[in-house]
């Protein structure tokens, strides 16, 4: 009993949600914000609209029966506790993510459950097979994520505001510059999030996930991240033929590749797994299309989806759990055995085939509506209405493969001895419910879609959820799916022996990526690391120097307007002769020569901040450069003379870098002097230098006071060496006895 208190914590966000879908279906949509960076603008804001709300309700209330299940499905696991730590995180990342109305807290919290999920499905990760499904799934969705959060950085350029709700008040963002990137970025997040072709591989192999995980972020939540993605960002990038045409290309694809992959399998995760992305195509499909009988549609078949996957994904871990199997070729007979759960597989199974008087039912209703009416040019409408309707035949044959089929017939040599626990069917059975009370009452469910469409459209769709329509194309289209799924259903077996195509494979090309990048890492690593300070300088002054190079030369590019930076001839002069010194020093071959040249770019520097307007900074300089050059004398004059230990290629690279290091600096600093950028921290540290440092010499106030804790770092690191040096001197002086 204990360890199904925390489904308490999920049951309570149900109430809380749903009182605040009320709220808005109300009063309008509201938000809660909390200051994060002003200086950026970005603060942690949670926007409670229609759709944002629906799907927080659907996350916890799905998040609750998971939590009950898990806690009989992993009693006796030592690892029990991690699991629930590990779910839980991945539900909060989940309510953040559809909750937040700040584009860069959306790509944060994606990008946790990203990584949440990578702990859920690589739970057994004494296994091979459940590490490299994670590690998958973390790559495929977290390149998803770096490319939201390009799309977010370039959306709060191209609008000024980091806030979904502000962005969206604004209308589309077709006419921005970047708007084909930003759609590009956008839907590559979505697309992998949602597994769509061709990221759809990472979903199947991910059913080596426990089966609440399965079920929860594999049906419900995770992978309807990306639907929800498109949904919410359609006021913001759609309405042009780019985003809908993508959309709808990718989804029509994806739903194809997933039912008919969905009929070749006989594991019943990977069958479910299968038909999960065949319905996220369709989702996709409707949400492209866009107009509020659509999203209508695409709102009625996600909750349809997740009431029936849901259950279906329970049902198969109860199977496994009590027969030690999941493949349906020899699971048999098994309703005896298991009567509360073949029911709830029943009930499940028939909403997925869309019978009358079920959720999967209304949704499909819907769906055909939708496709028949939508406005496409030429035949592509009814090539898309038949294309749907041979998908949902496939679907509806996949959901009675996956919950009848275990259960019909005699039994099969290795019977369930009993049913599974209460905590293992429950869950299911209440998802199976559910199913039939939106087929039975689709009423209660037709206001909470009303609202949250109009938090995507706009407007409000006139389309009711009904039970009967009358005896229409749509009603003929529904029998005709049934007839196919049951055809489909009964030569189930001959499909089994199919294979699917080579070509279509898309998990090679992820495979083949990951070698390359392999090969590369395996020739490049030992030259980026050779554990050579010297070589890591040299890469990252090379980088520097080549990206602010390139920077510079597409500012010469552009055409703007530029100032010249004057300079002096005696600054000129100056300028050369510590040049001339860094060069002496460098090609000296004589200690004596090399500090004299040193001292001469010292002594010039110290000349130069007396020239530009700084006595205590040239005094300073002139003080440590004489130290300095005395020191240097009477220490190299205990060394030997210097050689060559370097090749001349090496010599003549680093002469090179530090030449082009040298004048890309200079080019800089005379870029910015010529910028007429006015600083503003000159007058406020002239103002408050005497008035809150109560002295005037500003650069002393500012070392001492304003910057008092650098200041004292920089002397820790001072005293730091000093007391190295003194050790090895030491150490030197005792060896030398």
Not at 408 to 435: E, Y
Not at 445 to 453: D, E, G, K, M
Not at 508 to 518: A, E, Q, W
């Amino acid at each position: 009993m204990r360890s199904r208190l925390p489904a308490l914590i999920p049951g309570l966000l149900t109430l809380y949600f749903t009182y605040s879908f009320v709220i808005v279906s109300r009063s309008g949509p509201f938000s809660v914000t909390t200051e994060w960076a002003p200086g950026l603008n970005l603060s942690l804001s949670f926007r409670f609209d229609g759709l944002s709300t629906l799907f927080a309700t659907l996350i916890v209330a799905v998040g609750a029966l998971i939590v009950v299940y898990a806690a009989r499905y992993l009693e006796l696991h030592p690892h029990a506790g991690r699991f629930n730590g590990a779910l839980f995180a991945f539900m909060g990342s989940m309510l953040g993510l559809v909750l937040s109305d700040n584009v860069i807290a959306l790509f944060v919290f994606w990008e946790l459950t990203g990584f949440t999920s990578y702990l859920l499905i690589g739970f057994d990760h004494e296994r091979p097979e459940a590490r490299r499904a994670a590690t998958q799934a973390l790559l495929v969705t977290g390149g998803g994520g770096l490319a939201l959060l390009a799309a977010g950085i370039l959306m709060l350029q191209a609008g000024g505001t980091a806030q979904l709700s502000e962005l969206a008040g604004k209308g589309s963002l077709a006419a921005d510059p970047t708007y084909v990137g930003i759609v590009a970025l956008l839907l590559l997040a979505a697309f992998t999030k949602s597994a769509q072709f061709p990221f759809h591989f990472w979903l199947p192999n991910a059913m080596q996930a426990p089966t609440p995980v399965s079920a929860y972020l594999h049906s419900a939540t995770m992978v309807k991240a990306g639907i929800y993605l498109v949904a919410r960002m359609t006021p913001i990038a759609g309405g042009t033929m780019l985003w809908t045409g993508s959309i709808t290309l990718i989804g029509a694809v994806t739903m194809l590749v997933g039912a008919i992959r969905a009929l070749m399998e006989t594991d019943l995760k990977r069958v479910l797994a299968y038909s999960t992305i065949s319905a996220l195509g369709i989702l996709m499909l409707l949400f492209a299309i866009g107009t509020p009988a659509a999203v209508t549609a695409g709102l009625a078949y996600l909750l349809a989806h997740a009431c029936y996957k849901g259950a279906l994904f329970l049902v198969a871990g109860a199977v496994e759990h009590e027969t030690g199997t999941r493949d349906v070729a020899m699971l048999a007979g098994l309703r005896r055995a298991m009567p509360a759960t073949a029911l709830a597989a029943g009930l499940a199974a028939a909403s997925m085939a869309g019978i009358p008087f079920f959720g999967g039912f209304i949704a499909k209703e819907q769906l055909y509506d939708t496709i028949r009416l939508a406005a496409l040019p030429g035949r592509w409408g009814d090539v898309l209405t038949t294309a749907v309707v041979a998908v949902s035949m496939c679907l509806g044959a996949a959901g009675l493969i996956a919950g009848i089929a275990p259960f019909r017939g005699r039994s099969a040599p290795t019977p369930a001895p009993h049913d599974a626990p209460l905590s293992l069917w429950l869950g299911p059975l209440m998802l199976g419910v559910a199913g039939v009370i939106l087929g039975l009452f689709p009423s209660l469910v037709s206001a909470p879609i009303a609202v949250a469409t109009t938090a995507i459209t706009g407007t409000t769709s006139g389309t009711t959820l009904a039970l009967w329509h009358g005896f229409t194309i749509t009603l003929a289209l529904s029998a005709a799916t049934l007839a196919g799924s049951l055809g489909v259903f009964t030569y189930r077996h001959r499909l089994w022996r199919l294979t699917w195509p080579h070509a279509l494979q898309t998990e090679h090309l992820y495979s083949r990526t990951l070698m390359v990048l392999d090969s590369l890492s395996r020739r490049i690593g030992p030259l980026l690391q050779s554990a050579s300070l010297r070589s890591y300088v040299l890469v990252v002054a090379m980088t520097a120097i080549g990206l602010v190079t390139t920077a510079l030369a597409m500012d010469l590019v552009l055409p703007t307007a530029r100032r010249s930076t004057s300079v002096e001839f005696h600054e000129g002069v100056l300028a050369a002769l510590i040049v001339a010194g860094a060069v002496s020093a460098a090609v000296a071959r004589s200690t004596m020569a090399a500090v004299l040249s040193l001292g001469v770019v010292g002594y010039g520097v110290a000349v130069m901040y007396a020239l530009l307007g700084a006595p205590d900074l040239a005094m300073t300089q002139f003080a440590v450069e004489t130290l300095t050059v005395v020191i240097f004398v009477l220490v190299f004059s205990r060394l030997r003379g210097f050689a060559d230990l370097s090749s001349r290629f090496v010599r003549t690279r680093d002469a090179f870098v530090a030449t082009a290091a040298g004048a890309l600096v200079t080019t800089l600093v005379l870029f910015i002097g010529a910028s007429g950028t006015t600083s503003r921290l000159a007058a406020y540290f002239a103002d408050a230098a005497p008035r809150l440092g109560h002295g005037y010499n500003i650069v002393n106030v500012i070392l001492v006071d304003f910057r008092g804790f650098d200041t004292m770092g920089e002397i820790t690191v001072l005293v730091t060496v000093a007391i190295g040096v003194r050790a090895l001197l030491l150490i030197g002086r005792e060896r030398g006895r």
